[in-house]
C-alpha cells in the first residue's frame, strides 16, 4: 500500500490550498481515506475522513465548514479543499488509510495501518 500527499506550501491566512493523497494498493472504494495533522508539541489530530462508496465523510470541529474532502475514484485520489486558513492550521499534514469507519479513525479509536509521508502547510498571519 502506498500513500503520496501533495499540495503543501506557505499560504496567508485566509487562503486557500488543496492537497492530495494518491493512493495505490488497496481496494480505494471501500477504504477509509482520513487526513491527519501534527504541528510541533501538539498532538496528532484528525481532520477530515472518506469512505467514497457510501460517501460517508467525517470532520473535525476545528475545520467543520472550512475544510472539503473528497475523491476521485477514477485516479484512487483524495484531495483536501482548505479554505479560510488560520495560523493554526500550520502542521504537516498526512494522509492514512484503513478498512474502518471514518468516526473511528478520526476519534483515534482505530490507528491507520497505512501511512504517507507528510506535506508541510504553513499559513501566515
Known amino acids: 500500500v502506498q500513500l503520496q500527499a501533495s499540495g503543501g506550501g506557505l499560504v496567508q491566512a485566509g487562503g486557500s490550498l488543496r492537497l492530495s493523497c494518491a493512493v495505490s494498493?488497496?481496494?480505494?472504494?471501500?477504504?477509509?481515506i482520513a487526513w491527519f495533522r501534527q504541528a510541533p508539541g501538539k498532538e496528532r489530530e484528525g481532520v477530515a475522513c472518506?469512505?467514497?462508496?457510501?460517501?460517508?465523510?467525517v470532520y473535525s470541529d476545528s475545520v467543520k465548514g472550512r475544510f472539503t474532502i473528497a475523491s476521485d475514484n477514477a485516479k484512487n485520489t483524495v484531495y483536501l479543499q482548505m479554505n479560510s486558513l488560520k495560523s493554526e492550521d500550520t502542521a504537516v499534514y498526512y494522509c492514512?488509510?484503513?478498512?474502518?469507519?471514518?468516526?473511528?479513525?478520526?476519534?483515534?479509536?482505530?490507528?491507520?495501518?497505512?501511512w504517507g509521508r507528510g506535506t508541510q502547510v504553513t499559513v501566515s498571519s
Open positions: 492514512a488509510a484503513e478498512l474502518a469507519p471514518c468516526n473511528q479513525l478520526l476519534n483515534k479509536y482505530i490507528h491507520p495501518g497505512n
Open positions: 494498493g488497496l481496494t480505494f472504494g471501500n477504504s477509509a
Open positions: 472518506i469512505v467514497s462508496d457510501n460517501d460517508d465523510t
